[in-house]
Nanobody, 126 residues
Framework: QVQLVESGGGLVQAGDSLRLSCAAS????????MGWFRQAPGKEREFVAG????????YYADSVKGRFTISRDNAKNAVFLQMNSLKPEDTAVYYC???????????????????WGKGTLVTVSS
C-alpha cells in the first residue's frame, strides 16, 4: 500500500514557475514507476510526465516537453515536478500516481496506475 500526498500548487501568472512535490508513504516506493497526471475543468485526466523506478528514464507529454522536469528521490520517498514557463492551458488539478507496470508504459497508464494522490490545483493566469 502506498499513500501519496501532493503539494506545491497555487495561482501564478503565465511565464512563472512552480515546483510540485509528492510525498509517498511505505517502504516500497522504489518498486513503482511514478507519474504526474493532470485534469483540467471539463477534460479527461491526461499524462504529463513519468519517471522510471531507478530515475534513469523520464517521459513527457509533448505539451510540456522542454518546460517541465520530473525527478524522484527514492531515499526520501518523493517525486517532484518542476514546471517552468507556465501557460494558462497548464491550469489543472495535478495528480501524483504510482504504478507497478513497465516503466515506459507510464505514458499510457492514466487508467491503470495503482495508487493516486488527491491532487493539487495549479492555476495559471494570463
Amino acid at each position: 500500500q502506498v499513500q501519496l500526498v501532493e503539494s506545491g500548487g497555487g495561482l501564478v501568472q503565465a511565464g512563472d514557475s512552480l515546483r510540485l512535490s509528492c510525498a509517498a508513504s511505505g517502504r516500497t516506493f522504489s518498486r513503482y514507476v511514478m507519474g504526474w497526471f493532470r485534469q483540467a475543468p471539463g477534460k479527461e485526466r491526461e499524462f504529463v510526465a513519468g519517471i522510471s523506478r531507478n530515475a534513469v528514464s523520464t517521459y513527457y507529454a509533448d505539451s510540456v516537453k522542454g518546460r517541465f522536469t520530473i525527478s524522484r528521490d527514492n531515499a526520501k520517498n518523493a517525486v517532484f515536478l518542476q514546471m517552468n514557463s507556465l501557460k494558462p492551458e497548464d491550469t489543472a488539478v495535478y495528480y501524483c500516481a504510482a504504478g507497478s507496470l513497465r516503466d515506459d508504459l507510464v505514458v499510457v497508464a492514466v487508467n491503470v496506475m495503482d495508487y493516486w494522490g488527491k491532487g493539487t490545483l495549479v492555476t495559471v493566469s494570463s
